[in-house]
């Protein structure tokens, strides 16, 4: 007579790999999506999720792509009144003047800023925007009534307590008057995770 195998039979491993791998699926799923979140975003806001992205380019050059991470109730067409992040990254290297000039005309665009808000406004994005290479990230999160606070690469930089700022600044991608309507439709598409 044999002894009885220590080792399950075919048929058990067979019926046990569906569950296997439904186990192994819903593990993995814990441990990726979560880390898609960049950590500054998950700490900002509850339940924040990507509503949408884009690319921005410039003649023949990819600057940066960019994505919208805001809360489940984020409305669009009130923006202003909603904690939300937008997260660049960069695919080449600019100097961080070169982003704090272009950020300024840009908000200039938006409305009337007065020159003691230009020049306030100009050195906070300086100290805001270091220089970046290719895969940088530069994220800004909004934080209604608050302050705008902004990270290079998962690190605080600064923090803008001024409630005249957010408007303009985030404006240049949200704002209707964007000079990047493309750019601006397809972050607020809603392309949820």
Same mark, same amino acid.
């Given at each position: 007579m044999q002894a009885p195998s220590a080792q399950p039979?075919?048929?058990h491993m067979v019926l046990g790999l569906p569950v296997l791998m439904a186990a192994l699926? &819903?593990?993995a799923k814990e441990q990726t999506l979560p880390s898609l979140i960049p950590k500054e975003i998950a700490n900002a806001f509850d339940s924040p999720r990507r509503y949408g992205a884009s690319r921005l380019r410039f003649l023949a050059w990819d600057v940066y792509d960019i994505a919208l991470w805001t809360g489940p109730d984020f409305e669009p067409t009130n923006f202003i009144k909603f904690p939300f992040a937008l997260e660049l990254t960069y695919l080449r290297s600019i100097k961080g003047i070169d982003i704090a000039n272009q950020s300024i005309k840009e908000m200039q665009r938006l409305g009337p800023i007065?020159? &003691?808000q230009e020049s306030q406004w100009l050195l906070s994005m300086q100290a805001a925007f270091p220089n970046v290479q290719s895969g940088d990230r530069?994220?800004?999160i909004h934080q209604p009534n608050q302050r705008a606070r902004f990270f290079h690469n998962g690190a605080l930089r600064t923090e803008?307590?001024?409630a005249a700022f957010a408007p303009y600044f985030f404006g240049i991608w949200l704002s209707d008057k964007t000079s990047e309507p493309r750019l601006r439709s397809e972050l607020l598409k809603n392309a949820a995770l």
């Open positions: 039979s075919r048929r699926t &819903s593990a007065s020159k &003691s530069l994220c800004g803008i307590e001024d």
